[in-house]
């Protein structure tokens, strides 16, 4: 397993590198930190899903709970620490750049309860970025998850070598980010409500700067560079 690798070509979605990677028809699947749900109404979309999405800030959980256009999802004030589901109850887990929020101490403690709610044979699918690439440049002025990103990489390996999960595959791929003007950055990246930034005057006006050294005439798009790591549990454990 590699945390990166220099000269990534592919430009794709989490979107489509998840279809390419797993069918989800007539499947049982957890998603372990939904956030805003922007990727769970594609995962619920098709014949036969059923979508466990579970979300830690109870501010964004209560807006997605409130939605009436789901209805084959169960939105859960829930973390991957304590997954409230059966055992062997789930054919895929989904954890869409949310393992590297997870608190480093309980990331062991996640992935065994991911374990545990997955049948046998069942797959884990988890996206995370990689450190590096202009956007993350910006990001780092006053959000550096270099850290924590590691330290999801290591916890991932780590699970590997113990046998709880089996390698399937690692794919690696730019993303697109794409921003209209730096008041939807602001909005969508310093204003989330899962994280409390508080940027001093002068780190808000570099990091305007720096964005802005971005934008376009169709505003400012990144390619965020992202690694995939498909886990499967043993059948026979």
Known sequence: MRIAIDGITRHATEREVLEDAIALDGKAI??????RAELTRH?????????????????QHARNAARTDL???????A?????????????????????HHV???????????????LKPGGLLFVSEPVFAGPFNDILR???????VRAAAFDALRAAVREGYFE???????????????????????IGVTHT?????????????????????????????????????RPAAR
């Open 30 to 35: 957890v998603e372990l930190g939904c956030g």
């Open 43 to 59: 995962v619920a979309h098709g014949p036969g899903r059923r979508v466990l999405a579970l979300e830690v800030d109870a501010i």
């Open 71 to 77: 209805p084959n999802v169960e939105f859960r004030l």
């Open 79 to 99: 973390g991957a620490e304590a997954i409230p589901a059966a055992d062997a109850s789930f054919d895929v887990a989904l954890m869409f750049k949310s393992l």
């Open 103 to 117: 608190p480093v101490e309980a990331m062991g403690t996640a992935l065994h309860e991911i374990r545990r709610v």
């Open 141 to 147: 002025l006053f959000h550096d998850e270099q850290r």
């Open 167 to 189: 390698l399937v595959d690692e794919v690696f791929f730019n993303a697109p980010y794409v921003f209209a003007d730096f008041a939807e950055f602001e909005r969508r990246i």
């Open 196 to 232: 409390v930034h508080r940027l001093t005057p002068e780190v808000h006006a570099e990091v305007a700067r720096r964005f802005a050294s971005h934008c376009g005439s169709e505003g400012a798009r990144f390619a965020s560079p992202m690694r995939v790591d498909l886990l499967r």
